[in-house]
């Protein structure tokens, strides 16, 4: 009906007055209507299925919906206010806007209609939309038509950009990052409008002349400050101090370019910075990714010349629980990487990063680790049950040392008892080498030496898993093939190149192929990093594929040793295996749990009762293998008390002759 009368209007040539009011009388009507429903979804809520609604009365778009549990839940929104025609402060009834349910994919189109009309109407400062923009409601639809609207200026716009025009671009963009307008980034159909934003205010601003005088644009949610920089200068340093929202406190953030940094500019430039205290969040929420930015997002465009800046960030959230990780925003992979910046120093108030901008980062904040690393319980566990092992181990190896002639009589013998020993060296040294990572991990992390204690680390540790490796091939050789027809030196240099020679292998490729690109560490810890490179598999895969060969290994044992009779010439080689067998079917399974919960602490590394486990259980290997390994051990318990029995009698004989020497002293000449 409205169509028609609109029709009538501009056919008959109606005065202007006569046709306004005709629609009013038109749109008045059109309100009496029943009007269907909004943001429920018809029918019976099947589990993930999905549906589509219309937005409210005013707004054109829909609404979708997912079905989960029972309840459908709103997962996208395209409705909007505003479009080429209502969007500029005049000819807002010189045509019909778009149809109700005008595509998401058309907000490309819309909005270049609008920079068209934008370049024609105002095209010296921008400012003929922004009374709209800012009237408009927050709602998903408007933030998305003025996302694209921003990437198109900033495309259109090659040269002649002033501070009017950074004015008024910076007042469009201020609108969309308001605090309160956070949640409705979620509901954008286009998961990367956020990223499309950030790269379109960095290139606008590229963009920007600066005369001879300090550019200060300052709005609520977007701040910017350009001068001229030259090899003269002391130094430069932005400051900026936000508020991420209404009530909370203003958060601070700087840029520093150093003297000698500036020495490299060959000719007068111009640096820009930009602060965004709500972007990150913004970021999170639309990408749906489960990182917590914990400081301004702080952009610079600078001279190409300058690769180091230092970047201060005021933390917002100041736990001193959790650690802090510099990133930079990688513009080409739209994600935070940790590669750009490295932490210089750290406290529960604010972090000091060095950063390396470039074309891919121009963006740079930090990230709040997701981790709880300190815990007073799990520290105590930790280094009590360390303490524990290293004494254990040492008691292993003297123990070893007392009864050696005794308990390696026989081939297989001394073979296994080689293996015990490395196995409780090389957790030994790993166990040392783990107390010196956890001094040198930190809020000043010293990288050099800790890349040198992860590589000891990492390959100690798996030297334990190898010599593991070992015993269970050597009792496999042992059952299947004749065992002495092959020299005892081959056997055991065999047995080196196994439990050293492979691991020392893995560890060299490792930190070969991943510390180049700086993906070798954990940012908060002097361990083998998970979340860029996925560095800790090169410990995670050959640990459990061990484990795995170990136990298959114990079960052809038992198949095999079955079949020897009691009184058979191999009988007393089988007893020798079947022990090895029952020490590895115990140590196997006990250091693949410990590692099993180490994976679960990096997949969900917030639980502290997984973090606990694990150190309770890594703790303590060194007290398994002393009982498992040694005290447990029939031969050696026999072993040692021979030497017990030996002693008291050489002590013996040691006071029967000082007695009979006192009495032959006391007695005298006769």
């Not at 050597?474 to 190149?497: D, E, N, R």
């Not at 115990?586 to 919960?597: E, H, N, Q, R, S």
């Not at 005290?631 to 050489?650: C, F, N, Y």
Request: overall charge positive.
């Amino acid at each position: 009906m409205t169509h028609m009368l609109l029709l009538y209007c501009f056919v008959f040539l109606l005065p202007t007055e006569s046709c306004r009011t005709l629609c009013q009388v038109a749109n008045k009507s059109k309100e009496k209507m029943p009007a269907r429903p909004h943001g429920v979804c018809d029918g019976t809520c099947v589990a993930n299925s999905h549906c589509s609604q219309p937005c409210p009365p005013d707004t054109q778009g829909n609404m979708g919906f997912f079905c989960s549990q029972k309840k459908w839940h709103k997962i996208t929104e395209t409705c909007r206010t505003l479009n080429a025609f209502n969007i500029f402060e005049t000819n807002l009834y010189s045509a019909q806007p778009f149809e109700g349910n005008t595509k998401i994919s058309e907000y490309a189109r819309m909005s270049e209609t609008i920079t068209d009309m934008l370049m024609q109407k105002c095209p010296k400062d921008l400012s003929c939309v922004l009374r709209n923009i800012q009237q408009s409601p927050r709602i998903p639809g408007n933030i998305a038509v003025i996302v694209q609207l921003l990437h198109n200026i900033s495309t259109v716009l090659l040269t002649g950009v002033d501070e009017a025009k950074m004015q008024s671009y910076s007042v469009m963009a201020n609108h969309i990052l308001n605090s309160k307008s956070i949640s409705n980034w979620t509901f954008i159909p286009d998961r990367n409008s956020s990223c499309v934003l950030l790269h379109s205010i960095n290139s606008f601003a590229r963009k920007l002349f600066i005369n001879k005088y300090l550019i200060d644009i300052s709005d609520v949610f977007i701040h910017t400050l350009g001068t001229t920089i030259s090899r003269d200068n002391t130094g430069k340093n932005f400051s900026f101090a936000m508020r991420i929202n209404d009530t909370s406190n203003a958060i601070t953030g700087q840029v520093l370019i150093s003297r000698d940094e500036l020495r490299k500019v060959p000719a007068p430039s111009q640096a820009i910075s930009i602060a965004f205290p709500t972007l990150g969040a913004i970021l999170e929420a639309s990408l749906l990714e489960n990182v917590t930015v914990n400081g301004l997002v702080l952009s610079v465009i600078l001279p190409k010349e300058l690769k180091r800046i230092s970047l201060i960030f005021e933390k917002i959230s100041k736990s001193e629980e959790r650690r802090t990780q510099c990133v930079g925003w990688h513009s080409l992979e739209s994600r935070w990487d940790q590669q750009a910046c490295q932490i210089i120093q750290e406290n529960s108030q604010q972090a000091v990063c060095k950063c390396r901008p470039s074309k891919l980062f121009t963006s740079f904040s930090i990230l709040m680790s997701p981790h709880i690393l300190e815990s007073p319980i799990l520290i105590y566990i930790t280094y009590t049950g360390l303490g524990i092992s290293i004494c254990s181990l040492i008691l292993c190896l003297s123990i070893e040392a007392l009864v050696w002639s005794q308990v390696t009589k026989t081939e297989i013998s001394y073979l296994r008892h080689v293996c015990i020993i490395n196995i409780a060296a090389t957790l030994l040294i790993a166990d040392v080498w783990f107390i010196v990572a956890s001094f040198l991990s930190g809020p000043v992390t010293h990288h050099d030496g800790c890349v040198a204690a992860t590589f000891f680390v990492h390959f100690f540790y798996l030297s334990v898993f190898f010599w593991m490796l070992a015993k269970a091939l050597l009792i496999l050789y042992g059952i299947l093939i004749v065992f002495h027809t092959v020299p005892k030196s081959v056997l055991v240099a065999a047995l080196f190149s196994v439990g050293y020679g492979a691991p020392l292998l893995i560890a060299v490729v490792t930190v070969a192929a991943t510390e180049p690109r700086k993906g070798y560490l954990r940012p908060e810890a002097c361990w083998l990093n998970w979340d860029m490179t996925k560095a800790l598999l090169a410990f995670v895969i050959p640990a459990l594929a061990i484990v795995v060969v170990n136990l298959i290994t114990v079960t052809l044992v038992i198949v095999k040793t079955q079949r020897a009779a009691v009184g058979s010439s191999m009988f007393q080689e089988v007893r020798a295996v079947v022990r090895i067998s029952k020490n590895i079917a115990i140590l196997t399974p006990m250091l693949g749990l410990t590692w099993a919960f180490g994976i679960a602490t990096v997949i969900d590394g917030s639980n502290l009762a997984i973090h606990i486990t694990f150190s309770v259980l890594n703790a303590f290997q060194g007290f398994f293998i002393l009982v498992f390994g040694t005290i447990l051990d029939p031969k050696i318990r026999e072993a040692l008390k021979g030497r017990v029995t030996s002693a008291k009698w050489i002590s013996r004989i040691s006071e029967n002759l000082s007695t009979d020497f006192s009495c032959q002293s006391t007695k005298g000449p006769s």
